[in-house]
């Protein structure tokens, strides 16, 4: 069993940062890539970014490529950096584990609530 715990989310401008913090524990050796999504009211859960288990492959979602940075630290926390918010990032974010190497997601947090005001 994994435990994810995410934390960093808040309130802010638009153009304001905040940085994301997503700890897991419990068998963290089973995990490969770990992710960020984001679930919005009535939208469909997006995909934000992921990294791989030693931190040196990132991938990211469209909608914030070029702004966000994910990184990995000791394989068990991963941090999301979001600088210059827009109102369209609000969301709740979700941290993701996956325990095969195929990418499928089979643990998550219970999300931090994201809300950027213009």
């Known amino acids: 069993q994994v435990h994810l715990v995410e934390s960093g989310g808040g309130l802010v401008e638009a153009g304001g940062s905040l940085r994301l913090s997503c700890e897991a524990s419990?068998?963290?050796?089973?995990?490969?890539?770990m992710a960020w999504y984001r679930q919005a009211p009535e939208k469909e859960r997006e995909f934000v970014a992921a990294?791989?288990?030693?931190?040196?492959?990132t991938l990211y979602g469209a909608s914030v490529k070029g702004r966000f940075t994910i990184s990995r630290d000791n394989g068990v926390t991963v941090t999301l950096e979001m600088p210059n918010l827009k109102p369209e990032d609000t969301a709740v974010y979700l941290c993701?584990?996956?325990?095969?190497?195929?990418?499928?997601?089979?643990?998550w947090g219970q999300g931090t609530q994201v809300t950027v005001s213009s």
């Open positions: 419990g068998r963290t050796d089973q995990i490969y890539d």
């Open positions: 993701a584990a996956a325990t095969t190497r195929n990418r499928q997601y089979n643990y």
């Open positions: 990294i791989n288990r030693d931190g040196e492959r």
